[in-house]
């Protein structure tokens, strides 16, 4: 029988004196395959990595692009709102107060849909190849354009500031829609305001009225109750005799205005004694009520009430608006889309170009290895 090396099968081989395992030996003529397979392949490997860069860059310049404008808004200073402060005595206007009623109107879903109606956004927004329902595209595409951000403040439960955004894929559409639209929730705040300041100097106003009308009513009967006094009285001076007053009048003394003895004086006002000024006084007196055609001038109270009611119709008829909102300036037209990112789709598409490239070349050395 034949004889056998014993290193024929040997799985160690020998290299200048040195074993080297047949599995290193393996993964070194793998690297090696790999080398010259990429540099056999080197073209196709950068032709596919370039192909897939230059589809990222013609998939990102086929998107739609989509812009965004911002404004940031900021409370309004107490100075600014003074001129609708006209009654502080029946209603105090507040610059914080006023400020969250602006921030509640911003995220109104009711204000914003009528925003949407009013200046008829559906002709923009809808797809005209299917006819989407209103409701939808105000949901799914306007509603979802804003962005409303919120920078609180350290003790306090008013932000600082609030940033409005709005994206769309018209930018000069975008920045003239959230301009109106911040001027529509500004001017809603407002005019809530002074609805609110209205109704409050209307129900003064009416309540004054109610007085004035009271007074000239009960101002007839006043009059007829006067006429009879003096008539009966007019009887009892003639009966006793009485032409002329001879009696003054009775006084009484405030004790507690002792600082002031003349401001303690009055003068008692006893209609039981009327007929001591005399019948001929008394009948001169009724002669004259009787000719008396205009009562306001008799009625105590009625030109202080006349004058409060001047007062505050004045009032009502100069409300002047205000803001409830301050900032610098409006929201621009965006210059660059900010969707799709260029560059990202680059870097994404060189990379999985390289990723592909490398997996063939492995690919690639692996069948020849084999």
Sequence with gaps: MESKNPEQFSPMMNTG??????????????????????????????????????????????????????????????????????????????????????????????????????????????????????????????????????????????????????????PEKIALWLNEYVRFIDQFTVNSLLGTLDTILAVRVEDIQDKINSLLRTAEKRHADEILRMEEAALIAEKLGIEEQSVTPFYSYNHSLKSDPVKGITITSDHSTDYLKGYKALRAEMEALKKREDHKPFIDGLRDLEEELLYFESIQSKLVAGHAIRFDTEAPVPRQPFKPNLKLYLILGFCLGLMVAMSGVLGRSMLTDI
């Design 17 to 170: 004196g040195k074993k080297i395992s047949s599995a290193a030996q393996g993964d070194e003529i793998s690297l090696v395959v790999i080398a010259l397979t990429f540099k056999r392949f080197w073209k196709r490997f950068i032709a596919v990595v370039a192909v897939f860069t230059l589809g990222a860059l013609v998939l990102a310049l086929v998107m739609p692009k989509k812009y965004k404008s911002e404004i940031m808004l900021l409370p309004p200073l107490q100075k600014d709102i003074e001129m609708m402060n006209v009654v502080p005595e029946l209603y105090q206007v507040k610059s914080e107060d006023l400020y969250r009623d602006m921030l509640r109107n911003l995220g109104s879903n009711a204000l914003r849909r009528q925003f949407f109606q009013e200046r008829d956004l559906l002709a923009f927004l809808q797809d005209k190849k299917d006819a989407v329902p209103e409701q939808d595209v105000f949901q799914k595409k306007f509603n979802e354009m804003f962005t409303v951000d919120e920078q609180e403040a350290e003790n306090n439960d008013l932000p600082v500031s609030v940033t409005v955004e709005l994206q769309g894929e018209d």
